[in-house]
């Protein structure tokens, strides 16, 4: 077949582009159009009487006591746990690529608690602190439960620093701290905030946690936090103070990701 015409290839980017659609229409459909159906019920007065009132549902919502304790405590989470967090997954992978012998025997333990049911470890919890009355119990929790991803993500920026550039360090005469402090960990601050980033995501979803922790839907004030408050508006059929605080705590996650992608291109830069 000489006049037979050549089959037109599909290009790379527009297979690429049909790979995703189903991405894509999942994400629309569960996601985005829920979220602007939420900015839709945080705008009117109630879901019988759909009169627009503007931002009123959002004062309210700001003016809340119980809204402003929650924020409080879920903004000192971020403020006292994340830190510790990053500290102590950087101090375990700067030991895991020492080879430091007793932390290398060990290193499966800080996968665990990614694939430990939280039901489980809840009750070894509630032992340990039944005496405790502050929010140690959840922090120390939302720390053990982070710790895992922190640690292999930190660990695989570690691994990819050459080893040229360290012997190069050590020629001139630095030293441990000066070597971590000036040169590996400011050449993963990319990685670093990445990890901040994550675990500061993840200090918003800790309320399966705190919830089979305390059993109960109002625990004491210290530990009360945003997703009780719209968890609990929820249940009193209060759709305007859920959408308007579910709405307000997607502009604070928005915003402390923003910033930190932000702070990442400036790095990467």
Not at 219 to 224: L, Q, R, W
């Given at each position: 077949m000489k006049n037979a015409k050549p089959k037109k290839r599909m290009k790379w980017n527009t297979?690429?582009?049909l790979c995703l659609l189903p991405s894509l229409l999942g994400t629309a459909v569960f996601f985005v159009i829920p979220f602007i159906?939420?900015?839709?019920y945080?705008?009117?007065k109630s879901q019988f009487k759909r009169d627009f009132v503007w931002f009123e549902n959002y004062a309210e919502t700001l003016q809340n006591k119980y809204f402003q304790l929650a924020l409080k405590n879920s903004l000192l989470l971020i403020l006292i746990a994340v830190p510790i967090l990053m500290a102590l997954a950087l101090l375990i992978s700067l030991a895991l690529s020492y080879g430091i012998k007793w932390v290398r025997k060990t290193r499966f333990a800080f996968v665990l608690p990614m694939v430990i049911p939280t039901a489980s470890i809840v009750l070894i919890w509630r032992g340990v602190?039944?005496?405790n009355t502050t929010a140690l119990p959840i922090y120390l929790l939302f720390i053990w439960k982070n710790i895992g991803i922190c640690v292999v993500l930190l660990t695989a920026a570690f691994a990819s620093i050459e080893g040229s550039v360290l012997e190069a360090a050590r020629l001139d005469g630095a030293s441990g701290f000066v070597l971590h402090t000036?040169?590996?960990i400011p050449m993963i601050a990319p990685t670093v905030l990445f990890t901040m980033l994550l675990s500061i995501v993840n200090s918003f979803k800790i309320f399966k946690e705190s919830y089979l922790y305390y059993g109960t839907n109002y625990?004491?004030?210290?530990?009360?936090t945003l997703q009780y408050y719209m968890n609990n508006n929820f249940l009193k059929l209060d759709y305007q103070s859920l959408a308007s605080a579910a709405v307000l705590t997607s502009i604070l996650v928005f915003g402390i990701v923003m910033g930190g992608m932000a702070l990442q291109r400036r790095y990467d830069r």
């Open positions: 297979k690429c582009r159906r939420v900015v839709y945080s705008l009117i602190f039944a005496e000036r040169i590996t625990p004491p004030d210290h530990s009360y």
